[in-house]
């Protein structure tokens, strides 16, 4: 059953998170995947790879099912050493036309439902005494991007638990770290994109490397943090994965002429 290395993947059926969950099972664990439809892909690719996964179907959002969840993952793989919090949404608003209620449910899923499956597998590492939560924040967890309240305000939060798991948890073994990606070409970009707010030329002209995150930077990012080898000091920290964009003041001719 164990080899001890079980990585728990939210939202894996795709994007970040399926790439994500195929760098961790190349990397020697096994793999668990939660999101709101059946992940065949990620699953077909990770077996013929010669991996393990599972995945199960539910809305993070619902605690009953992440306690079931759980209890899946511990009776199938064994306990989790790892968690990643990847399942997010989007909501691009003006900030005075932003309903409340989408406004809560941006809450719900970014940073409510990371906390209960923090709750639900970090238990599994406290009494392990070792594990990795690594949550998937953003840029916009760290600036404010215009016409995104909602989607900001949960990044931010995000990181700001992240902060207070690693502080309670440090000194039992459970590091808990951020990793703050710039813009990514994911399915969550192009319906983005598809509204009509921004498109590719903005996004690379606004990035000192030039060019959007891959799934793979950010995947490779989230597997060097869930390794107790390679990150084994690394606590609490908000890992921007951006190409300098969180760095760079400079106007864009500026940026443009330096290339
Ligand atoms: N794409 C970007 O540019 C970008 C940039 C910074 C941060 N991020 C963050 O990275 C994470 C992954 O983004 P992505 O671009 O791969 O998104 P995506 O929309 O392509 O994939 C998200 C996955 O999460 C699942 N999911 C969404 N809500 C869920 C719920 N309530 N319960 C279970 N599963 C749910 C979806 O079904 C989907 O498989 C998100 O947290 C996002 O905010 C993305």
């Given at each position: 059953m164990s080899s001890g290395k079980i990585a728990v993947v939210t939202?894996?059926?795709?994007?970040i998170g399926r790439r994500t969950a195929e760098v961790l099972a190349e990397r020697g664990f096994s793999i668990a995947i939660i999101d709101l439809a059946m992940p065949d892909e990620a699953l077909a690719a990770i077996k013929a790879a010669g991996g393990t996964a599972m995945a199960h179907v539910a809305d993070i959002t619902d605690e009953a099912a992440i306690d079931q969840f759980a209890e899946l993952v511990r009776a199938e793989?064994?306990?989790?050493?790892v968690l990643v919090n990847n399942a997010g949404i989007s909501h691009i608003a003006a900030a005075e036309s932003t309903a409340s209620a989408d406004y809560r449910r941006v809450l719900e899923v970014n940073l409510v439902a990371p906390f209960l499956l923090a709750k639900a597998f970090g238990q599994q590492m406290l009494d392990a005494g070792r594990g990795s939560i690594i949550n998937v924040a953003s840029v916009a967890g760290l600036l404010g991007v215009s016409d995104r309240a909602a989607y900001n305000a949960s990044k931010h939060g995000l990181i700001g638990l992240t902060r207070t798991l690693a502080a309670e948890w440090g000194g039992r073994g459970v590091r808990v770290n951020a990793v703050c990606p710039g813009w990514v070409k994911t399915e969550m970009d192009v319906a983005d994109q598809a509204g009509g707010s921004y498109n590719d030329a903005d996004i690379i002209n606004r990035v000192p490397m030039g060019r959007f995150a891959s799934p793979e930077d950010i995947a490779n990012t989230i597997a060097f943090l869930a390794d107790d080898a390679q990150s084994?000091?690394?606590?609490g920290q908000a890992i921007a994965?951006?190409?300098g964009w969180t760095a760079d003041a400079s106007w864009e001719s500026l940026r443009l002429r330096k290339r």
């Open positions: 939202g894996g059926r795709q994007g793989l064994g306990p989790a050493s084994p000091f690394i606590n994965v951006d190409g």
